[in-house]
């Protein structure tokens, strides 16, 4: 009787510590229980955007080219009908089944062109797990059927990428056939060198889009993707499923018994391979160690240069062609990748008319070429009072900005602008609605841009301005001469 009382306090004792354990293991799938269909939401949109901007690109560079293989039908039919017949018409049929495959995809492929996208691999594998593991979704309604989209949409945009490399591979041979073709002849048409030249721009900047695409797909994901993901990531039956299901799993498959002592049976040992580099340098004589250290180092600062002229020819992408021109490298940028965001300080200390203030500006650039800039911005005109004695901080008026800056050597630009300034205090924005107190102003100057090393602002803008309308602005308020400080974000 005592023992079996013995027994039953033990159990007793021992109860807490189990819950406690249990309930440890399982925090983990607690939190996942909770998973946020917005996760799906989000990745649907983003790829499904992808989608339809590489289907429209795709398209458009397609027809591109097309158009310029008739061009060039319509001129080699001139001297060689024969020839021109049997290279042009294959090429026709070819566009029309490319254009057929980018609007219609195939099955889904296990992998997108030969090359790796670890994000796009996270994601995939992150919603089949889900899709096999329906109690860690939320019980939010239609969040299965929110799952599919979004996994159709990574399926749809992978085939499309597999697609797009098909047509790279198609432009390429089909650039070097042109080519070769034309080159057997002395006497062509005029302006069908033009036409190959034109052709191979498309080309470049086609695949060009692609790789912007690759690299937009490889970025940093948004804040709730990231969310979704680091959730998933505390689960050892995910981190199982990624190693076993994940592409790059597929790449490189490993053994089971990967690690044990039969796996690495036979394998040369570190030590080893440099016991057979030294063997080998001996015979060299008593300098070959430091030949083969210097050769070393230069190759290594050769291969580096060439690295450096990929990355100012195009993206550093293995597998882009050396244009035979030089590129515009942001023709293939979307929209808000060309904008600019700053901020800029200005400021004047006080006259008969005006206390000292400071002009605190925000504006948006938007690149026309990495040579010049148009932009918009706006100033509020901050009030200090009229010296140290007098702090009084009051709102001065608006300053409503257009800028551009075209650069004239190295970090220097000429910059211009036309503002419309509201020098008069104001309380309530109404007041602003009267446009017969507003003075204009036309600013020319030179600007130095010196690029940043820090997490937020990229730039830093100076500038030296001049107001050519100083002289007709009723009060004069300001000075004609104006310093700006501003920063790029």
């Given amino acids: 009787m005592q023992k079996t009382f013995s027994l039953i ?13 249990a309930q440890d293991i399982s ?9 946020p269909t917005r996760f799906f939401d989000k990745i649907q949109h983003q790829y499904a955007w992808l989608d339809n901007q590489l289907t429209r690109q795709t398209e458009k560079y397609l027809k591109h080219l097309e158009k310029q293989e008739e061009r060039l039908n319509n001129k080699l039919s001139k001297i060689d009908p ?3 017949e049997q290279l042009f018409a294959s090429g026709q049929r070819k566009y029309a089944q490319l254009l057929n495959k980018i609007e ?11 090359v790796y996208l670890p994000m796009v691999d996270s994601v995939k594998t992150s919603l089949a797990f ?31 990428l597999k697609t797009s490399a098909e047509i790279r591979a198609f432009i390429a041979q089909r650039k070097e056939q042109l080519t070769k073709t034309l080159q057997g002849y002395k006497n062509l048409p005029a302006g069908v060198m033009k036409n190959i030249q034109v052709y191979n721009k498309q080309a470049f900047y086609y695949a060009s889009q692609v790789e912007e695409y690759k ?13 979704g993901l680091s959730m998933l990531d505390k689960l050892p039956a995910y981190q199982k499923f990624l190693k076993e299901n994940g592409e790059l799993a597929s790449l490189f498959r490993l053994p089971a018994n990967y690690g044990s002592m039969q796996s690495l049976a036979g394998l040369q040992t570190r030590a080893q391979v440099q016991g057979m580099i030294q063997a080998q340098l001996a015979t060299g004589g008593p300098n070959a160690t430091a030949m083969f250290t210097q050769n070393l180092k230069s190759a290594q600062v050769q291969l580096n240069k060439l690295k450096d002229k990929l990355k100012t020819l195009g993206n550093g992408s293995s597998d882009m062609d050396m244009p035979d021109f030089k590129p515009k490298n942001l023709k293939t940028k979307p929209f808000w990748k060309r904008l600019e965001y700053g901020a800029n300080l200005q400021s004047s200390k006080s006259n008969y008319f005006i206390p000292a203030e400071s002009d605190i500006g925000l504006s948006v650039g938007y690149k026309l070429s990495e040579k010049s800039t148009i932009g918009l911005g706006m100033a509020y005109k901050m009030g200090w009072g009229k010296d140290i004695q007098h702090i009084t901080i ?9 800028y551009i800056d075209v650069r004239i050597k190295s970090s220097f630009y000429a910059s211009g602008g036309f503002e419309y300034l509201y020098v008069k205090p104001f309380q309530d924005f109404r007041q602003l609605y009267d446009f017969n107190t507003w003075q204009r102003s036309a600013l020319i100057g030179i600007s130095k841009i010196v690029s940043l090393k820090s997490k937020w602002a990229k730039k830093t803008k100076l500038q030296l301005l001049y107001d050519m309308l100083y002289s007709q602005q009723v009060p004069r308020v300001g000075q004609p001469v104006k310093f700006r400080i501003g920063y790029s974000f």
Avoid: H, W
């Fill in 9 to 21: 306090v033990a159990a007793s004792l021992c109860l807490p510590c189990l819950s406690a354990y």
């Fill in 27 to 35: 925090s983990p799938l607690n939190k996942a229980l909770d998973f």
């Fill in 82 to 84: 024969a020839k021109a």
């Fill in 104 to 114: 219609k995809p195939a099955e889904v492929p296990s992998t997108i062109g030969g």
């Fill in 130 to 160: 889900l899709s096999g593991n329906n109690a860690l979704l939320s019980n939010s309604k239609g969040a299965q059927e929110k799952l599919q989209n979004a996994l159709s949409s990574v399926n749809e945009l992978r085939s499309k």
């Fill in 215 to 227: 690299n937009e797909l490889n970025e940093a994901p948004k804040k709730l993707i990231k969310k």
């Fill in 394 to 402: 009051t709102a001065q008026g608006l300053d409503l900005r257009s």
